[in-house]
């Protein structure tokens, strides 16, 4: 266990449709880090929140939204899905002076 | 943007032998960082081993060791006395001082035979 907590770890959904993903960070852990895992494009950046506040932005649609809440748990928004948002989504987070983070297991998203 | 490149995409090592994975990554800064994460079956991302730019000095955890050369820009990552257990997608991963993000190579699958 990594201490960086994700759920669900699978979800099955339509086209079309809206997913929460959550994450809890490792106590102490400002900073959330999500990543997108797909065949065809790699692990790539998505998006970055520390203590409650964007902080960086990556590769991520405009289909796509996530936010720090104050507990500092993360919560990624995924609407319109399509087939192509299939993938694994990972969450991460790090101390505030660390240049290392810690990866949650992940969350599969199959979108039929 | 930096790129991290990994040109194996395979490597198969024999158990307790040593296998050497390539990375070569772009960057115009001089004080970044670089990893090696470990991606097994269970698909969870498991940092192996981190260097920082400035450290001349190789960093080392128990099997696993890297070659910095900083010039060159290549970081490769060295498994010694490779067990089954090794046998996972291995990425390489670039992080600058002034930015959090994580940029990967593509990966390389090791393969571990018994």
């Known amino acids: 266990?990594?201490?960086?907590?994700?759920?669900?770890?699978?979800?099955?959904?339509?086209?079309?449709?809206?997913?929460?993903?959550?994450?809890?960070?490792?106590?102490?852990?400002?900073?959330?880090?999500?990543?997108?895992?797909?065949?065809?494009?790699?692990?790539?950046?998505?998006?970055?929140?520390?203590?409650?506040?964007?902080?960086?932005?990556?590769?991520?649609?405009?289909?796509?939204?996530?936010?720090?809440?104050?507990?500092?748990?993360?919560?990624?928004?995924?609407?319109?899905?399509?087939?192509?948002d299939?993938?694994?989504?990972?969450?991460?987070?790090?101390?505030?002076?660390?240049?290392?983070?810690?990866?949650?297991s992940g969350t599969r998203l199959t979108v039929v | 943007a930096q790129t991290v490149t990994q040109s194996q995409p395979e490597m198969s090592v024999q158990e307790a032998e040593t296998v050497t994975l390539s990375c070569t990554y772009d960057t115009s800064e001089s004080d970044y960082y670089l990893f090696w994460y470990k991606q097994p079956p269970s698909r969870q991302m498991i940092l192996v081993i981190r260097q920082e730019a400035y450290k001349q000095q190789n960093a080392t955890e128990n099997r696993f060791s890297v070659n910095f050369q900083k010039a060159a820009k290549s970081f490769s990552l060295k498994i010694s006395d490779s067990q089954l257990g090794?046998?996972?997608?291995?990425?390489?991963?670039?992080?600058?001082?002034?930015?959090?993000?994580?940029?990967?190579?593509?990966?390389?699958?090791?393969?571990?035979?018994?």
């Open chain 1, 1 to 84: 266990d990594s201490g960086v907590t994700q759920t669900p770890k699978h979800l099955i959904t339509a086209t079309g449709q809206r997913v929460t993903l959550r994450c809890s960070p490792r106590s102490g852990d400002l900073s959330v880090y999500w990543y997108q895992q797909s065949l065809d494009q790699g692990l790539q950046f998505l998006i970055q929140y520390y203590n409650g506040e964007e902080r960086a932005k990556g590769n991520i649609l405009e289909r796509f939204s996530a936010q720090q809440f104050p507990d500092l748990h993360s919560e990624l928004n995924l609407s319109s899905l399509e087939l192509g």
């Open chain 2, 86 to 114: 090794d046998a996972a997608m291995y990425f390489c991963a670039y992080r600058s001082k002034s930015d959090y993000k994580l940029s990967f190579g593509a990966g390389t699958t090791v393969t571990v035979r018994a």
């Open chain 1, 86 to 104: 299939s993938a694994l989504y990972f969450c991460a987070s790090s101390p505030r002076d660390s240049y290392g983070y810690t990866f949650g």
